[in-house]
């Protein structure tokens, strides 16, 4: 028993890895550090404009390399990334009730049809290829249906998102019980009769028997896969994943037929086998929320607010507790006898999970798992404050008033960032800019945009940066996701780029990035003048609060060097 409920192990990395953000947190940049003699005063001007210079070329240097490896930004996963995902979802598979079963069996098949191990090794060999060719081939299929822009494009569009809200809802009822999800019965039936046909032909269509068949068990995890490959992924991204899907899947059958006799050390088949699959099913339900948070934020519902979304979670998380230590029982459940130790284990890191969550909901930061969640200023009630230690007060302001109300201001009350006093309409920006005699920082986000939401609550909540951010610069907040907030009727225009007419704020938005600044990813940070030419070239996600201070002060440096110091 203790061997069986171990690979519920797998489920707990699987869901450990697919938390972890896109792109690692980058540690400090030491190249640039030089040992100087200690200067005299009269020589602190000299070496600070020296300084400001060498990071204003440092800073451009980082922007252009970025640039030449395909931008900055929430980029689409990489295909190594997306590959992991479908290796770890295809060991998921195998612990599946449709698959597990099928290993003795269909081992025994090739050692006794084959009469040897060499000619039992090669047959599992080309059965695992064959495996392999038909999903990586679903893959394809899914690129060819969608093409390349229309995958990139599903991760911002509401349709597709609540789609894939009520998709993962579906697969995570399956995976409860409730029903299942198969394919149709005489497609399997005439794959297996062709199954009985000799050579490469016979074992392909077994392979094709076997993923019609697991459908029930595979398909929500195929499933969750394409809809994030397909949302987040690239080009290939689908037919990558489904490689590193089928590869996890086929590598048992290989393995086992090598060594048939580690048949006997896998556990038996049993209830264990059915804990796997509701623990997936409460997962993907949790998965699902975060699809439901992307459509209520870009289309302004504001009815699913940080700590509805919070309590959905924490609730998820202790009716998995209570299903593994035996507290609730599903129709598919075998009696839980007793509860082994690895069991407890995974029950104990759940729980704490749960706990971690819990101070959410008056407000807590939640650092880890922030980029997930909606924006603080969702939260209804907040019991907390940030303290910038530190930090210092707002400069005084000049006169605004003959600037006029803020415009679009009240479409983005749930996105404010901290005590940030953010602008939504780039004409006005720029009369600010004039104003204040303060450079423009150009901040192309979005509601689901993950990397946004890290960038904000891990780095612009450090002190140096949250003082320059408050009292040195324009802040103007562009989100170009954003499906509600109309333009003014003056403002309605063609765009020249993409010949579609723009009437929506976040369209103008996107426009503005693609036309002018040649980039679609997000957060985009781009430093402008008061006559919104820009300064340098733009920064993208960088975690390291370091690097992005030197990117600010580097911007400052360039806008008083042409405009005079304040």
């Known amino acids: 028993m203790k061997k069986q409920i171990s690979l519920l192990a797998l489920l707990l990395v699987f869901l450990c890895l697919s938390a972890i953000p896109a792109h690692a947190q980058k540690a400090a940049d030491t190249s640039g550090l030089q040992f100087t003699s200690i200067p005299t005063a009269a020589d602190s001007i000299a070496i600070k404009k020296a300084q400001a210079k060498k990071d204003a070329a440092a800073a451009a240097q980082k922007a252009s390399a970025a640039k030449a490896n395909g931008g900055y930004g929430e980029v689409p996963k990489t295909l190594w990334e997306i590959f992991i995902a479908g290796f770890l979802g295809g060991l998921l598979a195998v612990t599946m009730p449709?698959?597990?079963?099928?290993?003795?069996?269909?081992?025994?098949?090739?050692?006794?049809?084959?009469?040897?191990?060499?000619?039992?090794?090669?047959?599992?060999?080309?059965?695992?290829?064959?495996?392999?060719?038909?999903?990586?081939?679903?893959?394809?299929?899914?690129?060819?249906?969608?093409?390349?822009?229309?995958?990139?494009?599903?991760?911002?569009?509401?349709?597709?998102?609540?789609?894939?809200?009520?998709?993962?809802?579906?697969?995570?009822?399956?995976?409860?019980?409730?029903?299942?999800?198969?394919?149709?019965?005489?497609?399997?039936?005439?794959?297996?009769?062709?199954?009985?046909?000799?050579?490469?032909?016979?074992?392909?269509?077994?392979?094709a028997t076997l993923v019609v068949v697991s459908f029930s068990c595979t398909g929500p995890i195929i499933g969750s896969l394409l809809v994030e490959a397909a949302s987040k992924g690239q080009r290939l991204a689908p037919a990558m994943g489904m490689f590193g899907f089928s590869l996890a899947l086929a590598i048992p059958f290989v393995l086992f037929a090598l060594f048939p006799s580690a048949l006997k050390s896998l556990p038996k088949s049993g209830g264990w086998l059915n804990s796997v699959k509701v623990v997936l099913g409460f997962l993907e339900l949790a998965f699902a929320l975060k699809f439901l948070s992307n459509v209520d934020l870009a289309y302004?519902?504001?009815?699913?607010?940080?700590?509805?979304?919070?309590?959905?979670?924490?609730?998820?998380?202790?009716?998995?507790?209570?299903?593994?230590?035996?507290?609730?029982?599903?129709?598919?459940?075998?009696?839980?006898?007793?509860?082994?130790?690895?069991?407890?284990?995974?029950?104990?890191?759940?729980?704490?999970?749960?706990?971690?969550?819990?101070?959410?909901?008056?407000?807590?930061?939640?650092?880890?798992?922030s980029a997930f969640l909606p924006p603080p200023a969702t939260q209804d009630f907040n019991l907390y404050n940030l303290q910038l230690s530190g930090g210092v007060a707002s400069a005084p302001s000049a006169n605004l008033s003959d600037i006029g109300p803020k415009k679009y201001a009240d479409g983005f009350t749930r996105g404010k960032v901290m005590d940030l006093e953010g602008w939504y309409d780039y004409d006005q920006a720029l009369q600010v800019s004039q104003k204040l005699h303060k450079p423009i920082l150009l901040d192309f986000t979005g509601w689901n945009c993950v990397n946004c939401r890290k960038m904000e609550n891990n780095v612009w909540s450090n002190p140096t940066v949250h003082n320059l951010l408050k009292n040195e610069f324009v802040l103007v907040e562009a989100y170009v996701d954003d499906k509600k907030v109309p333009l003014e009727k003056n403002q309605e225009y063609t765009s020249s780029y993409s010949g579609k007419k723009i009437s929506l704020l976040g369209d103008k938005w996107s426009d503005i990035q693609a036309s002018r600044f040649n980039s679609n990813s997000q957060p985009d940070y781009v430093i402008l003048n008061s006559k919104g030419e820009q300064l340098l070239p733009a920064q993208g996600a960088d975690y390291n609060p370091d690097d992005y201070i030197k990117f600010l002060n580097a911007g400052l440096a360039e806008y008083k060097k042409n405009n005079g110091s304040n």
């Open 98 to 207: 449709c698959i597990y079963p099928m290993l003795p069996l269909t081992v025994s098949f090739f050692t006794k049809k084959a009469g040897s191990k060499a000619k039992a090794v090669g047959q599992s060999f080309l059965y695992g290829v064959s495996i392999i060719v038909i999903y990586v081939a679903l893959g394809l299929v899914i690129t060819l249906v969608f093409g390349s822009n229309a995958l990139n494009a599903l991760a911002t569009n509401g349709i597709f998102n609540f789609f894939f809200f009520l998709l993962l809802v579906v697969f995570g009822i399956s995976f409860l019980g409730a029903f299942e999800i198969t394919l149709p019965s005489s497609l399997a039936n005439k794959l297996d009769a062709n199954s009985d046909k000799g050579g490469l032909a016979g074992l392909f269509f077994m392979a």
């Open 300 to 369: 302004h519902w504001n009815i699913f607010d940080r700590e509805i979304f919070l309590a959905l979670w924490i609730a998820i998380g202790l009716l998995i507790v209570l299903y593994l230590i035996g507290k609730i029982k599903f129709a598919n459940d075998s009696t839980l006898d007793f509860i082994s130790i690895p069991r407890i284990f995974i029950t104990i890191i759940v729980l704490s999970f749960v706990v971690y969550m819990i101070p959410g909901m008056w407000g807590a930061p939640l650092k880890s798992i």
